[in-house]
């Protein structure tokens, strides 16, 4: 049931024997590596960089996406398992045309979703398409942000009262003080 981009082994040892669960993300986006040696059968080893095992470890894989790991049966198996999956079944492909709405509303749904970030994000433009399309709509969400920022900062010194000046240049608005800065002359 989680949703986004992940990969994690997490430790339980609220049971006997301690038991670790190991998972990735349906699509791969993160990175997870599975490490066994021969010489400590039983002992298995994850890292999210493959430089952490070659040392440790003299049989390394890259985890499948859409898996998980249970240290209970030592099993790998595919939790991610949309109804398109299996091809081999004629009833499984989608016969109705596209819904183009739908399409258009969970494409900016997703854009939206990856944008809500404490952090910078930029856009990497192949020129194709599909980056342009992505592009786009994440420059129309970032400007709705900044105009529902600039409203919500608009309405709050709005409320906090008039400005009210004073001889030594500096002005209140509310408990916000600005200082008045004479223009350069030329």
């Known amino acids: ?38 010489s400590r059968p039983g002992v298995v080893m994850f890292a999210s960089e493959l430089k952490a095992l070659p040392t440790e470890c003299d049989e390394i894989l890259s985890f499948p996406p859409g898996h998980v790991y249970d240290s209970q049966t030592d099993t790998t198996e595919r939790y991610y398992k949309p109804t398109w999956w299996d091809t081999d ?11 183009l709405e739908s399409l258009r509303k969970a494409l900016e749904g997703a854009v939206k979703k990856r944008l809500m970030s404490e952090v910078p994000y930029g856009v990497l433009l192949s020129g194709g398409l599909d980056s342009s399309l992505i592009a786009a709509i994440a420059a129309r969400e970032t400007e709705k942000v900044a105009q529902a920022q ?8 709005a409320s906090s009262g008039p400005v009210s000046p004073n001889p030594d240049g500096v002005s209140e608005y509310g408990t916000t003080k600005f200082l008045s800065c004479p223009r350069p002359t030329r």
């Open 1 to 38: 049931m989680l949703d986004g981009m992940f990969s994690f082994v997490l430790l339980d040892e609220s049971v006997t024997p301690t038991r670790i669960i190991a998972a990735r993300d349906p699509i791969g986006i993160t990175t997870l590596y599975q490490g066994r040696d021969s």
């Open 89 to 99: 079944h004629d009833d499984k492909i989608p016969t109705s045309p596209a819904n």
């Open 150 to 157: 600039a409203a919500a900062r608009k309405k709050k010194f």
